[in-house]
C-alpha cells in the first residue's frame, strides 16, 4: 500500500499484519489491537477488550486510513486503567473467609512472581506456562524462577527490598 511509512523495528512489533484492501481492514486491525491490548494489560484479553479498542479503530478510520484507526484503537489501550493500573484478578471477597487460605489461578501466580522477582509484570515466557495450565508444576515453577533470578531484571527484588527495609527514600526527611 501506498502512504507507509518507513519501516523499524516498533512499527513491524505493532504491524503484525498489513492489509492488502478494505475487505482485509477489520480482520488486520483485530489481530493487531489484540496483540496490542495482551502487551499492554500483560493477560490474556477478553472480547470487551478488544471490541472496545475496536471502536476507537473504527472512529480513527472514519477519519483517515487504516494507520489512523491503529493509533486511535492505540491510544485508547493505553489510556486504559487496565493498562495504567497493576490490577490482577483475583477471587471475589465474598467467596472466601478472611484469613482463609485459597489456591490462585496460574495467572495469577504468574503476576505474583513477576512483581515480587522483577517489579513488573510478567513476561511471554509466565503468561505461555499461565495459559497452558503449567505454572503451578513444582519442576515448571522452580524452572521459572531460576529463570527468572537470572535475569538482570532480578535486582529490583534486592535493591526495593533494601530502599523499603532500610528506609532509604525516607532519608532526606531524617
Known sequence: ?????????????????????ESEEPACATEILTNLARGAFRRPVTGDDVARALEF????RR????????QKGLMSILASTKFLYRAEPGVP????EAGSAYAISDLELAWRLSFFLWSRGPDETLLALANDGTLDEPEVLER?????????????????FAFQWL?????DAI
Open 1 to 21: 500500500p501506498t502512504g507507509i511509512a518507513e519501516p523499524t523495528e516498533s512499527r513491524a512489533r505493532i504491524f503484525s499484519c498489513y492489509p492488502r484492501n
Open 63 to 70: 477519519e483517515g486510513d487504516f494507520e489512523t484507526g491503529i
Open 144 to 160: 521459572q524462577v531460576r529463570r527468572m533470578l537470572a535475569d538482570a531484571r532480578s535486582r529490583t527484588l534486592v535493591t526495593n
Open 167 to 171: 528506609g532509604v527514600r525516607r532519608l
Open 93 to 96: 471477597p465474598q467467596s472466601i
Open 57 to 60: 479503530y473504527t472512529e480513527g
